[in-house]
């Protein structure tokens, strides 16, 4: 079966290997380019050609070492600051190639595309949170965070002297340029898309089983959202506190990120509830996480819409399962925008114009992720924030009569919003319990 698939993908490890000579031949057409990266493409031109014929041969290694390859080239120009557009742009093309025809396209080395037995809905549930319904929004919003990051990464990189920002005049080139982004050794934003672009490429891999089918794949997808996510919004809470200013882009790409975690953490559930069944009854852990396997219950996935459905009032709400936004949550959401922008709007001073854009960022974050049914318990994080909203006032400088009556108002009405959980529409197995 699997020499019958290695057939089906032969043009996508002659395909590599066109890539491998383009590589080679790629710095003397690209015009003035480091001299690092010139050999940094001829080396990687030299090392994809062999291990796309390993890889052809069934070399299981080799598409794996040929994927870390792809990885290297859409972060060499960011570790040898390029200040060729046309590199930057030829090296991130080339590297997410590699990586969607050595892993994504033929499937996982050493196993492909096998059929294996079992159901697509883990048991209990009433979706499958690996549909690709359910991946789809994920993909798009991370080809989003995508562009504006290279955007932004291009602006840092010297290709680009301006950097474009709607909303607040030159302070996305304040940021791009703060001493927090150069505490980094290479482009934050070019590092942000190049985890974007590998969270886009990881949502296409494996087939819509892959909760039970590749345990380790939905685990290394959560790996990028969450930090990532935590770390976007990290560096928002930053930029009004160390720098001064926003950046509407770089609140633009956070926010997509965030979205990315109620969208995405079902299927880690999913994932877990799988491993754990599978030890209890005895199968190797760690086979298990790297081979997949089978479970006992489930059934088949009946409710999504099979593609093309034309019609979106069918497809848009399969998107969607396991994600909804009672009214509690939608107005703790925009009272955690309110305080993250108070400050400006009321001319709260000090200690507690930061605390204020702090905890909003905090609250917006726990309030989205807690969209998710499945950890819709976050939102009890928002009672302790309604209670340093309640105190803080009377604690830190730059206190006004104003701002002690706002704080402790939003502080008692987000302590409010959290205490109903609204009536989860999905079930979840033995995960239901959590859902409180």
């Known amino acids: 079966m699997l020499g019958e698939q290695q057939k089906r993908f032969l043009w996508t490890y002659y395909t590599n290997i066109l890539l491998g000579a383009w590589l080679m031949t790629g710095p003397v057409t690209l015009g003035s380019i480091e001299p690092a990266l010139a050999w940094s493409d001829l080396v990687s031109g030299l090392l994809v050609i062999p291990l796309a014929v390993a890889a052809m041969f069934r ?24 200040t060729s557009p046309a590199a930057y742009a030829n090296d991130t093309v080339v590297g997410s190639l590699l990586i969607a025809l ?15 037995l079992g159901p ?41 002297s301006a950097a474009w920002d709607p909303f607040f005049g030159h302070s996305t080139e304040k940021v791009l340029t703060s001493d927090v982004s150069k505490a980094w050794p290479i482009s934050d934003a070019g590092l942000g898309a190049v985890a974007y672009m ?24 959560a790996l990028l959202v969450v930090p990532l996510g935590a770390t976007s919004i990290i560096l928002v809470i930053l930029q009004p506190l160390s720098i001064g ?5 770089c609140l633009l790409a956070a926010a997509g990120m965030l979205l990315m975690v109620p969208l995405a ?21 760690w086979r298990t996480f790297w081979m997949g396997g089978s479970t006992e219950g489930g059934g088949t996935d009946k409710r999504s819409p099979h593609f093309p459905e034309p019609k979106p009032a ?16 939608a107005v703790a959401t925009v009272l955690g925008v309110w305080l993250m922008g108070a400050p400006s709007l009321l001319g709260t001073n000090g200690l507690l114009a930061g605390s204020e854009h702090l905890v909003g960022a905090l609250v917006v974050t726990c309030t989205v992720i807690a969209w998710a049914e499945v950890t819709r318990s976050v939102r009890w994080l928002n009672v302790l924030f309604g209670i340093w909203l309640l105190t803080a006032p009377w604690l830190l400088a730059g206190s006004t009569a104003t701002a002690i009556v706002h704080d402790m108002l939003v502080g008692a009405v987000l302590i409010l919003l959290s205490l109903p959980s609204g009536s989860p529409k999905e079930e979840y197995g033995g995960w239901n319990q959590y859902v409180v």
């Open 265 to 285: 953490v079902d299927e880690v559930i999913a994932m877990a509830q799988f491993m754990r069944q599978s030890v209890l009854a005895g199968a190797p852990f």
């Open 198 to 221: 590998l969270e886009a490429l990881s949502g296409y891999m494996g087939d819509s089983r892959r909760w039970r089918t590749m345990p380790w794949m939905v685990l290394m997808f």
């Open 59 to 82: 070399r299981a290694w080799a598409g794996w070492a040929l994927s870390f390859v792809g990885i290297w080239l859409l972060l060499a120009p960011l570790v040898f600051w390029t």
């Open 245 to 249: 200013v926003w950046c509407s882009l």
């Open 102 to 116: 050595s892993v994504l396209i033929p499937g996982m080395p050493g196993m492909g595309w096998m059929p294996m």
């Open 314 to 329: 069918v497809w848009a709400p399969a998107m969607l399962y396991g994600v909804t936004v009672p009214w509690t949550l």
């Open 120 to 160: 697509e809905i883990p048991p209990g549930w009433t979706y499958n949170p690996s549909s690709w319904l359910q991946r789809g929004p994920i993909i798009v919003l991370a080809f989003v965070g995508f562009f504006i990051s290279r955007y932004l990464a291009a602006y840092q990189l010297g290709h680009i």
